[in-house]
Every structure is written in C-alpha cells, then in structure tokens.
C-alpha cells in the first residue's frame, strides 16, 4: 500500500486544517495509508510521522491554526536537513509529500523535488505574496479580521476626532494592508510595493481634517519602509508643526488565529483534494493553486523564482475613495 505524508510549515493560516483534512480524506479514498508530519520540516528532520485515518481529521474545519502544528526550520535550509528528511521519509516508507505553506515553505518543497522526492505544495499563507495562485489559505479570513478591527477602529476614532494607524501583517507584501484599507474605507495606505513619506501622509490626513471628516486611519504594512513605529515616530518628533498626534494599533499575530471563513475552508478542501489528484497522476515538483477561479498546477521552480504583484491600480482606487 502507498503512503504519503502531509505537513504544515511556515506562519500557520486559518483553513490550513482544512486543507489537511481534504488531503487526508482524498488520499485514504484512494487506498493510500496517510500520515501527519508534526511541527513541519522540522519533524521531518527528525522523523516526527503520525499514522492519520479518516476520525483523526474530524471536528478540524472550524479550528484556526494547524493540528499537525508548524515551525520554521533553519536546519532544513542547508543540504544536510534536506537529507536528513529524505532519509526520516525513506525509513518511514514514504511515497510523496504534501507540503501546505507559503513561500519559505514551498522553497522547502522545491529543494526536495530537487533531490527527486516527490513533493506537491498547496499554497497557503495569510500574506497572499505566493506566485502560482491568486489567493491562497488564510487570506480570506485575515483580511476580515483586519477590516473588523479597522471598524471598530472607526467608532472610537470619530468619537474622538483621533487619527489611527493600524499596523497589519504583511513581512515583503502589501497585499493585505492595501485590501485591509479598500474594504474598510481607510483614508491611506502605506505599503513596501509604493513608496510614501511621513510628509504625505501628513497631507493626507490634512485633507481628511479638512474634508470635516470626524477620523482618520492609515493602515500600513509591517514591511512597509515607514512602519507604525518609524510613522508615529516621526509624527511625534514633528509633532509642532504637524499639528496631530498618531496612535497606533498594531494588529500582529491576532490576524492569524480564529475561525476560517467560508471561503477559506472551501479553498483548502479544494486545494488538498487538487494536490491528492496531482500526486495520483504523477504530477510532483508542483504548487496546487486557484487561479481565474480554477485549480492550477505550476511548477515549484516558477513558484519559487516569481514574484507575485500586486494590483497597483488599486491603490489608486483606495486613494480615490477615501
Ligand atoms: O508569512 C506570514 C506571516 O504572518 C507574515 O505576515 C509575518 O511577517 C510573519 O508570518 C511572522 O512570522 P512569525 O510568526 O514567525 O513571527
């Protein structure tokens, strides 16, 4: 009987549990025997492997975070981790890996498709940075996590007549500051992709006091190069002459736990079961994405040498409807 292995690796994602359930369940519908890795490359290394049937994945859809549990692994990036985990897997009698992350983590995937493991990656990260799909696991509910935040944001701002900057993830990626801030109707946006100074943001939030609005919230990423400690900073230190004060929310990992959404549970069911589908047919070295609303295939080397853009006419679109 086959057997194939599954883990989870990088910052975890709401609907990455999802997406383990989908690939245990699709793989035992085949024949396979399915097991968990637990704390991601690292419990390859060191052959951390869990048999997994079908009671095992239930009750799991509703829950944040991973079960299998996750990590990031500074042994599995040198050649000798990679080895060690091709050996953990060759003992255990492993056929093939599901790896569900995001970019680190489908780096981690290429370099085993590298050494001819056979390794399929479903895209899953909150930061939505990876190329080869449109949007990937956790993103969905992240972005309501923020945009429920900046609402709230909004009530105490106005009661107040404040201005806010809310800090949301976002390590090279502006992905999900820039949506934070379309939805929630924030009055800027600072993210790596464009460059912005504290003097224009300054002018914006002029214009806002002008306009006779009661509030004012910037949302900006953490990779942005003015992030909200370098923005209040500088805010405070020209405090005179710029006339406001700037607090600061910072959202951080609270964005990562809670309940996936819908779409999310239903991207990870379709995902896990495209990447066991993949696998079945000997389609291996490849990233299982959702691209114009359909499953698609794309080796890990384009995955890992590509960067994935953002829309910048949708920072436009945010400044004009501010
Ligand atoms: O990659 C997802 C992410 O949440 C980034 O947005 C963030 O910069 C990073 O992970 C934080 O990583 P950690 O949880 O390891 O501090």
């Known amino acids: 009987m086959k057997k194939y292995a599954v883990l989870t690796s990088g910052g975890d994602a709401p609907g990455m549990n999802a997406a383990?359930?989908?690939?245990?369940?699709s793989g035992l519908e085949k024949g396979?025997?399915?097991?968990?890795v637990r704390n991601g490359f690292a419990g390859l290394i060191s052959g951390n492997f869990v048999q997994m049937g079908p009671r095992d994945v239930g009750g799991i859809m509703q829950k944040g975070g991973t079960?299998?549990?996750?990590a990031r692994s500074l042994e599995f990036k040198t050649l000798d981790g990679q080895r060690k985990a091709i050996r953990s897997l060759n003992s255990a009698g492993i056929d093939g890996l599901f790896v569900?992350?995001?970019?680190?983590?489908q780096t981690g995937s290429y370099m085993l498709s590298k050494l001819k493991f056979p390794v399929v990656g479903i895209a899953s990260t909150i930061d939505n940075d990876l190329f080869g799909s449109d949007t990937t696991i956790g993103v969905d509910t992240a972005l309501n996590v923020?945009?429920?935040?900046?609402?709230?944001?909004k009530?105490?701002?106005?009661?107040?007549?404040?201005?806010?900057?809310?800090?949301?993830m976002g390590r090279d990626c502006g992905y999900l500051a820039l949506m934070t801030a379309l939805a929630g109707g924030a009055e800027a946006v600072i993210i790596p992709e464009v460059k912005v100074s504290p003097e224009d943001i300054a002018e914006i939030l002029g214009k806002a006091y002008e306009k006779g609005k009661a509030h004012a919230i910037v949302i900006v990423a953490e990779g942005a190069e003015y992030n909200a400690e370098k923005l209040s900073a500088y805010f405070k230190e020209h405090h005179d002459r710029l006339g406001f004060d700037l607090r600061v929310a910072i959202l951080g990992h609270i964005q990562r736990g809670g309940t996936p959404s819908a779409y999310d549970r239903i991207l990870a069911s379709r995902l896990g079961s495209g990447a066991v589908e993949a696998m079945a047919k000997g389609e291996t070295g490849v990233l299982i994405g959702w691209v114009h609303s359909k499953l698609k295939s794309t080796p890990l080397e384009i995955v890992v040498n590509s960067k994935k853009e953002i829309d910048?006419?949708?920072v436009d679109l945010a400044r004009i409807l501010d």
């Open 20 to 25: 383990i359930r989908a690939v245990v369940r």
């Open 67 to 70: 079960i299998l549990g996750s």
């Open 312 to 314: 910048r006419s949708l």
């Open 32 to 36: 396979w025997e399915m097991f968990g």
């Open 146 to 153: 923020a945009l429920e935040a900046v609402d709230r944001l």
């Open 155 to 168: 009530v105490t701002a106005s009661s107040h007549q404040r201005a806010f900057l809310l800090e949301v």
């Open 100 to 105: 569900i992350g995001g970019n680190g983590s």
